[in-house]
């Protein structure tokens, strides 16, 4: 069935370091792919998605590249915040239903 | 704009015992989901809804009970509760959600609910 792998947190960076979470998923067909983010005491928000194969996606500086070659949809950011501090989910559109993975969180110090 | 809201916030129940957790949204989407999530595990999906009147098993069905007569609400019936259900449910909703195509989910704020 499908499944969504991503990195095991948590992930620790300093303030403007460069941050990268990776994702592989596998599945049947050409799903579509999502990052998630969740602030404490909050629920999942729609970060950015990606559509088809080589399709970007990006938001507030957060960016990540559909990757059918390597079934990978890794998140990027080039100089991280205080204010990104948050549980990062990597999901994959299968079949009614969007399938997550376990989730990264990510601590950034001044 | 409301947008998904659940109900209630915190909950804690008895083995044993019998709930429901609500969930309205107030987006017409067609698609509504259940989710669970617990440390190191994600979201599990639990129930979901492709429409009123429709509703179809997820991951982890076993000792929830969900229906659709509207296509606002969406409740999670926990029948006999147990410790194992402690966790934070979270009901999501999406304007399209069926096959392989799926516009992006919209959460609600999470139910925490504990069963000692």
């Known amino acids: 069935g499908n499944s969504v792998t991503q990195m095991e947190g948590p992930v620790t960076l300093s303030e403007e370091a460069f941050l990268t979470i990776n994702c592989t998923y596998t599945a049947t067909g050409y799903p579509s792919l999502f990052w998630y983010v969740q602030y404490p005491g909050e629920g999942l928000q729609l970060l950015l998605k990606a559509t088809k194969a080589d399709d970007k996606g990006s938001n507030k500086g957060f960016e990540a590249t559909y990757r059918k070659e390597t079934t990978s949809f890794h998140l990027e950011k080039g100089s991280v915040q205080v204010s990104d501090s948050a549980v990062y989910f990597c999901?994959?559109?299968?079949?009614?239903?969007?399938?997550f993975g376990a989730g990264t969180r990510l601590a950034v110090h001044p | 704009n409301a947008g998904v809201t659940q109900t209630p916030k915190f909950q804690v129940l008895k083995t044993g015992q019998s709930m429901t957790l609500q969930c309205a949204q107030d987006?017409?989407?067609?698609?509504m989901s259940w989710y669970r999530q617990d440390p190191g595990m994600g979201l599990r999906l639990i129930h979901y809804s492709v429409g009123a009147g429709i509703t179809d098993q997820g991951e982890v069905p076993n000792g929830y009970n969900v229906s659709r007569s509207t296509t606002e609400d969406f409740p999670l019936r926990l029948l006999s509760a147990a410790p194992s259900q402690t966790s934070v449910y979270f009901c999501?909703?999406?304007?399209?959600?069926?096959?392989?195509?799926?516009?992006?989910?919209?959460f609600g704020n999470g139910t925490r609910l504990t069963v000692t």
């Open positions: 987006m017409n989407h067609e698609y």
């Open positions: 999501a909703s999406s304007r399209t959600g069926t096959g392989e195509t799926h516009s992006p989910l919209h």
């Open positions: 999901a994959s559109g299968g079949y009614n239903k969007l399938i």
